[in-house]
Structures are given as C-alpha cells and as structure tokens.
C-alpha cells in the first residue's frame, strides 16, 4: 500500500447558483414518510391550529408545521435556521412548499397558539406513534415482546427573567421543566412548564395513555425522581406488568433491614474473576405508600471498606425473577436516558425560542414530533446495520445529500445525489413511497399548495 498523507486538492473549483441546487435533498424521505402516515392532511384538516383572521392569505397551519418539520430534521434549531430553510427555493419545491416562512410569522404562530391548539399537537404527535407502532416490525421496538414505556424529566435552562413559567432550579439557574413519557424508542407525550416536582406530571401522563400498553405484555422504567410513595402508589394503578423505579433517596431504613438479614438470605458470591456483589429482597412500605413494596437489592464492599455499600430498586416483578435480574433490566433505563438525551443534543432542544410559555410549549410538541418522524424513519425503513444511528447520524449521512435541478421542455427533474452504497436503498424506497406524477401538468394537492 502506498504512504498517504495531506496534499492540496487537484480539483478546480467553481460556485453555482444555489437556485439550481440544495444540500437537503433527503428531507424527501422525511415528506414522503408524513404523507404516508396522513400526517400533512391531519395536520390541515386540524381547525385548532388555524390562527389567521383572513383564511384566504398566509400560511396554512400545515405550511407552517412543515417548515418546522424540516427544520428539526435536518439540524435546524431555531426560527432563524426555519427561516433560512425557507428561502431555499429548490428545498422548498421538492417538497410541495410555494414559499416558507419569515421567522416573524413562525414566531406570532406559535404566540397565538393556545393550550386547545397545544393539546391538539401532543395528540397528533400520539396517533403518529400509534400508527408507527402498528407498521413497524416487532422485532425493532419490543423487548423480548414486551412495550417498553419509561418517564424521565430535564431541565431546560433558559437565561434572563422574562421566560414565562420558569423557575429556579436546584442548581440555582432559571429552568423549564420538560417531562416525558416514552412508548418504545418513540416520544409519546410530554409537558413543559415550571412543575417545581420532577415527576409532578406523572399521573396525568400516565392516565392520558394507559389505555396505549393496557392488556399488552410491558416494563416500565423510571428514575428516582418517581420514587415518592405517591408516585409509587400512581405506578401502581398504571396496568404494568412489570415495573422497577431506582431508589436512592429514603435508604436508612431499608440500609437497617438489608443489614438485619442472615447470610442465608443473600445470593452466593460469584466467583472472583466477576464483581462481588449479592443480591437478596427487601420488603417495606416507605411513607405514602399504600401497600408493602419489594425492593431488589444489592451489596458489595470497595477495596478497604469495612462496611457493606447497598442499592435498591423498588420494583413489580415476575414470579421467578430474581433481584439480580431485576437490576440487570433496571440497568437498561441507562439506554432509554440516552435517547433523552439524543433529542435535546440531536435537536438541540436546549434552548426554548420565546419568551411565552405557550409558544416554547409548542415549538417542543412539533420538536418531539419531528424526533419521532426521524425515529420511525429509522425503524420502518432503514435496514438493519442503520437501526443504532442517532439522529445526528440519519441527518447527516441520510437526509444531508445535494439536490440539483434540470429544466426540460416540459418538466423539471430533481437529481438527487446518494453515496453509491446507498443507491439499491434509495430507488426502492422512492419507488414505493414517493407519489407517481401522470403526463401532463402537475396536479398539486392542498396541503402541498399552502
């Protein structure tokens, strides 16, 4: 093999005129998976969204949640970042869009939404999670055939004193507090406000959708945020076949009992070459709780420790299972936290636009939204190698790929440009979904024309 190293490029370089081309030619994928769905004629048949006094002029409600669709999906973060996607004028033909909109008008759509209107986008964003979930294989969402549904909270810090809702948070900064409830590897609902309890929202989460894994084989996760007997009693009463909820901030008690027990009670140590941990249950009923709980519960010794170290988990589990399996399931809440955290770093969710809850409310309901288009994206039609991708991942190596124009006599033809290796994927996935123009001129349907 001969040496390589860093030389200058042989290429001659030369700027065209962006009319004639985009960088964002994959947000196709993206249009042509929301058609799919019925999401754009959801979306402009929805008369809770419509704003306008003069329904004649303007943006279509439909118009303007595309734009931020694509915004989301293809790295954009802002009104701004909308706003220049909306000027790419070959973007903006290649999916069905007379024109975006100014990060003025996008910012008065979102101050005169109202919580009706905000209501109305978590519950689209619901059925767009039902509707992924029925067509995706089970095999891609489901763990050992059980739904997987899994509560979490994050600050969302926000800086100065004029953002509506916000409050100060245990680390002394202005926050936001956005909490989630998960349904496989999709966003199911979410509320963002100044709740000063991080799983404040949790029974109102968990009633609006038990009815989604009610009767069905599933696990729920939660961190120790949950852990208050009030919110035990809630997940209780939520139709879990199984549950496990870490459990760190009450231990005197149960630290006693773990140590009361017999050396008969606890498991065998296992051999050297593994960590020396045992694990046993522990039954007790924490303040508020209406009944005794389980806690599976480990112990282990540091190097120089003269004491034993616990950990628990409060948990419903199987008949058989043991508390090591127990800890071993807990442990893959860790997985459903990264995915938390690939929104807000995948979206850049970090940074509410507005200063009016209202709008900040809506902008994260159409962020959650074009988080689960990405999600389902990936489990409906990517191959399998790709079912690990982050959404950084798809959008830059997916969605990121240059579009150029050609004008015929009669027609104009976008040329999409793939990587070779993803040439087979590109035409079948086009050949499928993308809608057939007949002869003649174009026939534009009307949640395309706004």
Not at 66 to 84: I, K, N
Not at 179 to 186: C, D, E, K, R, V
Not at 290 to 307: M, P, S, Y
Request: net charge neutral; with cysteine; proline share 4%.
């Amino acid at each position: 093999m001969a040496a390589i190293t860093k030389r200058k490029t042989k290429l001659h370089l030369q700027i065209t005129n962006s009319d004639q081309a985009t960088a964002h030619g994959g947000q196709v994928l993206v249009d042509a998976l929301c058609r799919r769905a019925g999401l754009w004629t959801r979306l402009h048949d929805e008369p809770a969204l419509e704003v306008r006094q003069r329904t004649g002029a303007g943006f279509f409600p439909v118009a303007i949640v595309a734009q931020f669709l694509f915004a989301f999906t293809s790295g954009g973060a802002s009104l701004a970042d909308a706003e220049r996607m909306g000027k790419d004028r070959v973007l903006m033909d290649l999916l069905g869009l007379h024109k975006g909109a100014d990060q003025s008008t996008l910012g008065e759509w979102l101050r005169a939404q109202s919580p009706e209107s905000v209501r109305v986008l978590h519950r689209i964003n619901a059925d767009f999670v039902d509707w992924s979930s029925r067509q995706a294989k089970p095999a891609r969402w489901l763990h050992a055939g059980q739904v997987e549904t899994f509560f979490d909270d994050t600050e969302v810090e926000v800086q100065g004193h004029k953002f509506e809702g916000a409050r100060i948070n245990y680390d002394g900064n202005r926050a936001l507090s956005w909490q989630t409830l998960w349904f496989g590897p999709w966003m199911l609902d979410g509320i963002l406000d100044g709740a000063p309890d991080v799983s404040q929202h949790l029974g109102v989460l968990l009633d609006e959708h038990q009815h989604r894994w009610q009767g069905r084989a599933n696990y729920f996760y939660a961190d120790s945020g949950s852990s208050a007997g009030k919110f035990l009693n809630r997940i209780e009463l939520g139709e879990f076949s199984r549950w496990s909820v870490s459990y760190n901030k009450w231990t005197d008690k149960l630290d006693r009992l773990a140590a009361e027990l017999p050396e008969s009670q606890w498991s065998a140590l296992p051999p050297v070459d593994q960590p020396q941990e045992q694990y046993t249950w522990v039954k007790h009923q924490p303040g508020e709780c209406a009944q005794v709980e389980r806690f599976a519960t480990v112990r282990w010794k540091n190097e120089g420790d003269l004491l034993w170290r616990y950990a628990y988990v409060a948990c419903k589990a199987a008949e058989k299972d043991s508390p090591q399996a127990v800890f071993e399931r807990h442990h893959l809440k860790g997985g459903k936290e990264q995915g938390f955290s690939d929104v807000l770093s995948g979206l850049d969710l970090h940074h509410p636009p507005c200063q009016d809850l209202i709008a900040n409310q809506a902008f994260y309901a159409l962020g959650m939204l074009a988080h689960n288009v990405l999600i389902s994206l990936r489990v409906l039609d990517l191959p399998d190698e790709a079912q690990s991708w982050r959404l950084t991942t798809i959008i830059r190596h997916l969605l990121t790929v240059p579009v150029t124009v050609s004008t015929h006599a009669r027609y104009t033809v976008a040329h999409i440009c793939v990587p070779a290796g993803w040439m087979r994927w590109w035409r079948l996935f086009l050949d499928q979904w993308l809608p057939k123009r007949k002869a003649g001129r174009p026939v534009m349907e009307v949640v395309d024309s706004a």
